[in-house]
Structure formats: structure tokens, C-alpha cells
């Protein structure tokens, strides 16, 4: 096999930007177009107007002119029509040697109005035929220059002619009329209309989608991991006798998700699945339902949050709802003391211990389970992809139940999301609450009436800031503490990440009874606290918070029904993006515009593994692409039954890749 270069540098610098074979090498696709279509000559052209001219360079190229950090070629062109301009050309000597007296080009430039003349920023050799017109531009490495790549792209291309299979099925490729895969991509390296080049984009569109799809469909066939044989039934008028004689009725979605864990418990499948809804659409009480389902069976659960704050705080809520005769609550923390950490890992290991509420101390190594069949995930979000797979490791035979307060709509779910089954609370349990947001600047003198208005009504103010250090009135929890406490001596605390967990406990406990009503904090007020009388919020640099985010922590005032106010702080730049909150309180909705600002890695935390980073998608308007590859991707599953194998990893040949043969 003839290997694609024989150069050992083009070799290094292609490797450099992931190039390791030709396929690799196509699936680089550009970063974007120029188009070298003529513009006419206007007699007045203005500044910045963007010319295409065809010329011929009249008389020799004079020597680049150097600065210190630049240079400067510069020739003058004979236009078609017999009028003259100048050409100039910054950082490109090579020019100098390349273009003759003579030479007929095409110039793409910008004309610069105060000194007449075209900033050239590309330039071709005679006249472009119109099938050549839209020409690549690639991200890359220096060194490495558009045509050398381009050129090594066709040999490419060559190479791949035999070999390459297409991964899309001609049945598929009729019924949305897309190009053949290897046609695609030629046409977006080398397009010859727009046309074609807009067909061929939404074909490797369609391409990526069906992959991905295909990749959760055998995922989620490998997942179904399947109950043990044996495993205890639950005991349901148990249950049902514990849910009687709760406080309050629960809502028609919160009855839902947990006849949807029901079935899950008691399918011969483990259970996977995902309960999102807004924050205080009754999240935690579902998941201490569920956990009360796994204790019915007669086993142990746990349940996992991101933080120690919240986790004491599920604690107590568990404890409190279950009582002195339901199933013995454990907290495990990593800052615990020798003493009673040693008591809590003896009662999960013998099995006195029912649940155990914790961080993700959890599910370290030196915790023993006498029999863990249930992991309950709160925000699992925050947890990163290892840490959630680690969680897997404790047993095959573990039901996992995640929480998320940052809802994406089903299909979208689905979609990015499928080898989960999905509950989903939409509604609240006490009607809707009552949240005023409104956008202020830094000097905006009604913030501080605010604060004054609920401190004299006798309720609570969170004060949240991004960073926490630094003197910047504008972000830094501390300096905003020192500030606050100038105005409101004696009665603002203080919580930050980087405090100890007692420190935090301390100061929440000092907010939650009123001691002190002002709480400065970064965001580890963002999960979960439940304080009911917090009235005002205000969020200092807000534009520098996720929307979702933001309205997290909106969810967490006026949870005492009565009316309550969220103050966005931010200076005329962050306004754009910020007023979505203000016209909305729909998760579903402000987590869809979340996504995409900043696209779904992110969000899901899963940006580092790369599960979900597209190159062409847009998984909020290529949604309906996305669904359709879905079904596309079941139906050949099912077709195909088991031994369903595709080319995901094509233009299969034997051997190594050519490049580096
Ligand atoms: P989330 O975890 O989704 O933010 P929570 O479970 O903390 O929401 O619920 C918010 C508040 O509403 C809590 O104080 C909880 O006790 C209360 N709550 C939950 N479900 C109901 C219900 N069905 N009826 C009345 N109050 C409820
Ligand atoms: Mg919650």
C-alpha cells in the first residue's frame, strides 16, 4: 500500500490536527467558505466593501517591505474593464515569487477607503470556473498551508474510492434523498454550487445523527442488565400504607414517576431512569419514595448529593418523613470524625442501616453494603461520567434513579439521552409561586430598597455571588460580604465553597433560624436548599451564570407562597442573554435556550468525555433529524435483531492506516 505522504513533516502536522488516515482526513471539514464568485467594480466602492475582481498584475512585484512584526507585498492589477487599483498584501512574501507581470488573478479583498486601495485577503490564479467558485477553508496548524492540504484532501479522496463503505443504508439514503456518504464529503471539501454543498451538509448532518443514534440503541441493549432471578418482591400494602399517611396528597406527576419506578423495581430489568423537573416540583419527595419502595423489598438504597450541605439536609428530610418506626437513616460525609464514621460503615455492612444519605463518600472504596440494591443520584449533573460509573461498580444489580432540576423537553431527551427512561414533573405541588425577576445595574439604588423591604417583612435574602475571592464589588462573595456587613452589621454570614463543611452548616443554620438574614454565597445555595421564608435574592455578574442555572436558584424563593423577588445584577452587555428569565419561568423552555448557548456537553457534564459534542448538529434545531435517525436506528436494530453490526467504523481495510505506513 502506496502511503499518503511520503513527507515526515506534512506526516507531523497532519497528525497534529487528528489526521491519521483519509478518512480521517475528510471528516476535517471546513471551517468555512469563500467565494470567489465576480463582484462587479462599483465606481465608489465603500470602506470594508468585500470585492471578487478579476486582473491581470501590471508590471513586476516589487520586494515586500518588512516591519517589525509584519510585511507588505504590493501590486498594482489591471482590472477587465480597464480601470486600475492597488493590491496589498500583509504577511505573504511568497506572493513576491508566485505572481509575475502579466499573470491573470482573481483577487478576494476588502477595499480600504481612506488609503484606495484592496486588502487582499486570498488570491487565485486566472479566472475561476463557476464550478470552482466556493473554495474550503480549513482550521490549521502552522505551518500548514490551505493548498497543500487541499491537495493531500484529493489524494485522499482517491485512496478511498475502493475501500470505503457506506454506513448509511441506500434505503435510508432514498427516503431523505441524501448524496452517497463518500459524495458528501467530496462535495464539502470541494463543493461545486451551493446548492450541492447544502445538500451535502445535510447529509453528513443525517450521517452523525444516525450514528449517535445507532450508538445509544446498542448502548442501551447492552445496559439492559438483567434482575437477578431471586431478588425479594416488594411489599406493597407496606408501602401504600406509608404513602396514606403522608401529609398531603401527591400530585398527578409525582404519582406518575413513582408508578414508573414501581414498574422498573419490578421488571426483570434493572432500573435506569431519570426524574427531571423544575426545582420544587417535588423531585426530593418522589426520590424518598422510591427509596421507600427499595426498603419494601427488604433492601438497602442510598442516596447521593453533590454536596455535604445537601446531603445533611436530605438527612433530616428523610428522617423526619420516614419517622422513628420506617427504615433507619444513615449520613456518611467524607469530613466526618473516625468515631462516627467507623459506627455508620458497621451498620451499612451488617445491614442495620436502611439508607444512607451522603456525597460521594458513598461509594468509596472502604464502604461494605450488606445488600445495596438502589442508588438514588440528586442533580446528577454535577456528578461527572467517572464519578457515575463508579457508582455501577458497587454492584451489576444496583437500580439507579437520577434527579435533574435542569428538565430538557422529552424528544430532546430522548434524543440525546436514550438509553434513559425519563419521568417528568411538570407541575407544582402548591399552585405556582409568585417570583418577580427583574434586571438592574450595579448602581441601581432599588436593590438595596429591596433588601431593606424584606428585611423589615422579616424574611430572607440571598446575596450570590460568582467568585470568591478577589475585590471586585461586582463578583467576589468576600468583598460583597464586606460590603453587606458595612450596611447591615451583625446581620449578614457568609458561605463559600472553599469553607469547611461545618463552617457552611454553621452559617446556614445561622440564615435558616434568622440570626442572620443576609446569606453571601457562591453557589452552593444553586442545589437544593429549602428555606422557606428566603424573600429576595439578588445574583451580583449574573450574565456569567448558566440560564439554568440562574433559574435554579430562583426556584429557591418565596417557597412560602408568598410574593418573592429575583434581582439580576449585570452590566448592559449580559442583558441580551438574561432576559429570557424575564420572560419566562418554564425549565423546560430556559433549558433549551441553555442549550443552545452552550451546547449539550456541557450542560450534561459530560463535555470532557465527548459523549455529546457534534461536529455538524445542533441538537435544539437539527431535533427533528435527530428523531428521525432514532426510529431509523431501532427499525434496523429490529430488522437486523442481534447480530446487528454496522460499519460505524468504515472504509474497513486490512492492515494500518496508509499515513502511516
Ligand atoms: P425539588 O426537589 O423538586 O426541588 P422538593 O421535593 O424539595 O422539590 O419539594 C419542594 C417543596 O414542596 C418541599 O418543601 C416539599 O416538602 C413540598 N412538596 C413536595 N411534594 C408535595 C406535595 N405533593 N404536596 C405538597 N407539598 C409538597
Ligand atoms: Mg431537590
Redesign the pocket.
Known sequence: MMPLTKSPRLRYLLEKMGVFDSLSAIEKLPRRYEDFSLTPMPSHPSDKERLVLLGRVDGAIRRPVRFKKASLVRFPLVLSNGGRIDVEAWNRDYLASILKAGDEVTVLGKWDLSRRVLSLVSVRKGKVPPQETLKAVHSLPDGLSEAVFQKFLLRCFEDLKGPFVDPLPPSIREKYRLLPTLDAYREAQFPTSRENLFKAMRSLKYLEAFLYELLIVKRKDMDRLKRPLHERKIDLPKFKEFVKGLP????DD?KKAVNEAYKDLSSPFIMYRLLQ??????????SALVLYLNYCRGYQGALLAPTEALARQHFE?LSKLYGKNGPKVVLLLGGQSADDRRETLQELASGEADIVVGTHAVFSKGVVYAALHLAVVDEQHKFGVAQRLALFSKGETTDVYM?S?TPIPRSLAQAVYGDLDISS?HSF??GKRDVETLLYGYHDSRTQEAVRAALAENRRVYVVAKEIHGSDPRRSAEEIFRRYSLLYPGKVVLATGEMDASEIEEALASFRKGKTPILVATQVVEV?L?V?DAGLMIVYDASRFALSSLHQLR?RIG?DGKKATFVLLSDSDGAEKLSILLKSDDGFKISEEDLRLRGPGDMFGTKQSGDLSFALLDPVSDLKMLSYARADAIALKEKEGDDFEIAVGYAERDGKSPLLA
Open positions: 398531603f396528597e401527591l400530585t409525582q423537573g423544575d426545582v420544587g416540583s417535588g423531585k426530593t419527595l418522589v428530610s434527579m432540576a414533573l405541588p402548591s437544593g429549602d422557606k426556584g417557597r
